[in-house]
């Protein structure tokens, strides 16, 4: 290495990375220093540019290269289309959408229990369905509806914990923190700590999932109120059910909100087990974390735009149209503003997705929902009109293999219009949801006491070597 100190002439040169294979392969850096070298940002600004080339090279020269079953585009691309858990509460079809338990969300629609006759699915029943595999009785349903409430109390260190946060503090951050605190309380984390044997671990998680499940909403509609409501916050209304009830405690006793409520949790809880909070749940149960670490992890991964939080991001990015281009926005300023969008390096949100490539189901029934509900909300008509703009610009794109809308394009336009306005919150509402489809199947994994998760990673230098051997 040749080492050149505080050199004011050649401080100004830029510093030279010279990559040598030695003979085991590995990389040795012949560096000609200046002060540049001393400052880690400037390392690392440097090296990036030379290894994004490499990857993209190693992407469009072996990416069709075998590694037994799978290819370099599989590891180098997020892991698409790879099979490689397991996860029993639903199947996710690429055409056809989510089926929990075998059901479509149509089926779920016309056999699960409802508050009143011919009226949403009831959530709970749901939940009956993704951990039986069994369409429950509406006496099953209405039972567990108390069992639930009488696990909801939340303990007042809980509350004390999500205060010590700034009420600015996004919405998420505070629910995870919330469900963190309530961790304190981890039956499987104390049975775990006594020696309980691996075929009893599913019973405790049973437990900390019921009552996770039942103390969210409380936490969820407390953190709403914290923000949104000067912390006025409202009970919880015994003779309602878990969805009457969440929208209860947020403030909202429109029968239409709480048949909204009732849908969005049921066709949020669950899609299958890649998605990134389903599978950041399960991996981290996988290292027999209790349920409530493992539901925080999963908050987190759901917390970002290109998943969960692009509920928030729709609402924000449509009402960006309108104060551009006003309610009654034409198909042309409609198109010039989406192109505006993606010029600037933005996606699209709520359109396109990793798996589906048809529109989402669960975007299907929030617009029958709509067309019966509210089908002259301007924003309702907006998002109908961005549903036969936006898929044929992304389709030009030439590089968005799903240009149809998923879950997301809808849910914001429906809760803004029955007042529950706050973008920023909705993914909170998500989180609540998946608590039953993440807890359904933790319980399961404990059940048939699946391993630690611990997929192989690559070096891009092993990939190389290993195509060069390949070739
Ligand atoms: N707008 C603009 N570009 C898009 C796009 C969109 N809505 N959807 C995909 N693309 C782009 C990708 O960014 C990618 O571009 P680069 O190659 O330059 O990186 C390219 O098209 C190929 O992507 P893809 O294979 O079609 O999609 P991915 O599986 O990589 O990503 C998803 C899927 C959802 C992240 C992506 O479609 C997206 O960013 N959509 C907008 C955000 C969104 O709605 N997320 C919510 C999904 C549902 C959920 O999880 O809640």
């Known amino acids: 290495m040749v080492f050149f ?7 100004k040169l830029r510093s030279r990375v010279v990559q040598q294979p030695s003979l085991n392969n590995s990389v040795r850096w012949l560096q000609i220093q200046t002060s540049s070298d001393l400052d ?3 390392q690392l600004k440097e090296l990036i540019p030379e290894q994004q080339e490499r990857l993209k ?29 397991l996860w029993e509460t639903s199947l996710l079809d690429p055409d056809e959408g989510i089926r929990f338990r075998s059901l479509s969300i149509p089926e779920c629609q016309k056999v699960l229990p409802s508050a009143k006759p011919g009226g949403e699915p009831l959530p709970e029943g749901l939940l009956w369905l993704l951990l039986t595999g069994k369409v429950p009785s509406k006496e099953q ?38 469900v963190m605190a309530l961790q304190v309380q981890s039956e499987f984390q104390k049975a775990y700590e006594k020696g309980i044997p691996k075929s009893k671990f599913w019973e405790p998680t049973y437990e900390d999932c019921l009552n996770l499940i039942a103390r969210v909403p409380v936490v969820a509609s407390y953190i709403y109120r914290r923000i949104y409501k000067d912390g006025q916050i409202i009970p919880m209304d015994h003779s309602l059910d878990y969805g009457g009830n969440f929208s209860h405690m947020l403030g909202f006793d429109s029968p ?33 974390s209790d349920p409530y670490l493992s539901f925080a992890a999963a908050l987190n991964g759901l917390a970002g735009p290109l998943h969960g939080l692009a509920n928030q991001e729709v609402l924000l990015w449509i009402k960006s149209v309108v104060d551009e281009c006003g ?59 961005l549903f036969e703009v936006v898929p044929p610009i992304l ?8 240009p149809w809308p998923n879950v997301d394009a809808h849910s914001g336009v429906l809760l803004n219009h029955f007042g529950l306005t ?23 994994d404990r059940a048939l006491g699946l391993p630690l998760e611990r997929p192989k990673s690559v070096t891009m230098e092993w990939l190389e070597n290993y195509c060069k051997k390949a070739a």
């Open 5 to 11: 100190r505080s050199v004011s002439l050649l401080s």
């Open 327 to 385: 309610e009654n926005t034409t198909t042309e300023q409609l198109k010039d503003y989406i192109w505006k969008t993606l010029n600037s390096g933005k996606v699209v949100p709520g359109f396109g997705h990793g798996v589906l490539r048809k529109t989402d189901p669960r975007y299907m029934c929030q617009r029958e929902f709509a067309l019966k509900h509210l089908p002259d909300d301007p924003l309702f008509q907006l998002v109908s009109k």
């Open 141 to 178: 349903v209405d039972a567990l509806s108390k069992e639930l409430q009488s696990r909801a109390s939340v303990p007042e260190y809980v509350y004390k914990a999500i205060d010590a946060l700034p009420v600015a503090a996004h919405p998420m951050t505070q629910f995870a923190t919330g």
């Open 395 to 402: 389709t030009e794109l030439g590089k968005v293999k799903n």
């Open 422 to 444: 706050e973008a920023r919150y909705y993914t909170v509402l998500f989180g609540v949801s998946r608590s039953m489809g993440i807890c359904s199947q933790l319980i399961w």
């Open 40 to 42: 880690l940002h400037s």
């Open 256 to 288: 239409k909100m709480q048949e909204l409520m009732r849908l969005y949790i049921t066709i949020h809880t669950d899609h299958e087990g890649g998605n990134v909070s389903a599978h950041t749940g399960h991996l981290v149960a996988s290292a027999l």
């Open 57 to 85: 090279k190693l992407k469009s020269e072996h990416g069709k290269v075998q590694l037994g079953n799978i290819t370099v585009d599989m590891v180098l691309g997020g892991m698409r289309g790879m099979t490689g858990l």
